[in-house]
């Protein structure tokens, strides 16, 4: 968020220092809302109703994208024949292919947003050339209390 925050505003002189962008979240104060009390109720719905909410985390989707998007398709009722039309839907829905895109290369959403700024890198870790260890520390230490006993790892 601190990263699409920062390029979406591009026009900003002075752009948001990580260590702030961290403490707002930490204290839940941010655009939509307090993150760990979001995430878990759609955990626990899902769990709750799963035929209807489906949960996913990214790092599942980056590191084994075929059984997770088995999974999208069994759920949506429309579960892959083969294996040729798996990879052809990975193949449209990559990062690489949606970045490069002619309207995302140079569209915008709304509010002068341009589309461009909903693409990054699309790794798992990236962070870690961010944040100092001290944020990371906080940042630990917060995910610890708030998934406490809840059977959730982010």
């Known amino acids: 968020m601190w990263h699409f ?3 979406s505003h591009k026009c900003l002189e002075n752009p948001s220092p990580l260590d702030e962008a961290v403490e707002s979240f930490r204290s839940g104060i941010h655009l939509y809302g307090p993150f760990f009390e979001h995430v878990l109720e759609y955990w626990e719905e899902s769990k709750r109703m799963p ?10 989707l980056k590191m084994d994208p075929k059984k997770e998007l088995e ?12 294996e040729e039309d798996l990879e052809i839907v990975l193949k449209k ?3 690489e292919r949606l970045k490069n895109l002619e309207v995302n290369k140079s569209g ?7 589309n461009n700024s909903f693409f ?3 790794i798992i870790g ?3 050339n961010h944040m100092i260890p001290e944020m990371e520390e906080r940042l630990d ?3 610890s209390l708030k998934l406490q006993g809840r059977c959730l790892e982010l």
């Open 71 to 82: 999974k999208i398709g069994l759920f949506l009722g429309k579960p892959f024949r083969n």
């Open 126 to 128: 990236d962070w870690k």
């Open 51 to 60: 035929q209807k909410i489906l949960f996913l985390k990214y790092e599942n």
């Open 93 to 95: 829905c990559s990062l």
């Open 141 to 143: 230490k917060l995910t």
């Open 108 to 114: 915008s959403l709304f509010y002068g947003v341009p």
């Open 5 to 7: 925050i920062n390029y």
């Open 120 to 122: 990054r890198k699309g």
